[in-house]
């Protein structure tokens, strides 16, 4: 029953560093939706960009995944912008910007959890800031 209290207190803290974002990672993760992803996910992230109407699938509202997943769910997030869970709307990796998604230099995101997950750092920064988004 001791190490139980410590245990919790180490769990919570770290999904606690897990939602604590870096300003400057939002920020930039905030530019890089604005130049490539606001024509399919549109301004506010909840889906009917301007593309929307040439595009297969819906758009979805990107400002609820942790409702939807109950908690953020970056692997997942991550996963569908760097094509390792294909979306038929993005063809695998993300569509024109695949290149620029697998970026020169590995970037940590800890997930609620406290797993790290390698990722770009583009897609760090994006995963950020759209974490920083949610309702």
Do not use: N, Y
Not at 22 to 37: H, K, N, S, T, W
Not at 62 to 76: C, K, N, Q, S
């Amino acid at each position: 029953m001791a190490i139980r209290a410590p245990l919790t207190l180490a769990l919570s803290l770290l999904a606690s560093a897990a939602a604590a974002q870096d300003p400057d990672r939002v920020a930039e993760g905030e530019a890089i939706f604005a130049q490539l992803c606001v024509a399919c996910h549109g301004a506010t992230a909840t889906g009917g960009g301007p593309m929307q109407s040439v595009l297969a699938v819906p758009i979805p509202d990107l400002t609820d995944l942790a409702i939807r997943a109950d908690g953020f769910p970056h692997a997942l997030v991550i996963a569908k912008i760097d094509g390792r869970d294909p979306l038929l709307g993005h063809g695998g990796a993300m569509p024109v910007w695949g290149d620029f998604f697998e970026g020169d230099a590995a970037a940590f995101v800890r997930s609620a959890s406290g797993q790290p997950i390698v990722t770009s750092e583009p897609i760090a920064a994006l995963v950020a800031w759209l974490e920083s988004i949610q309702q």
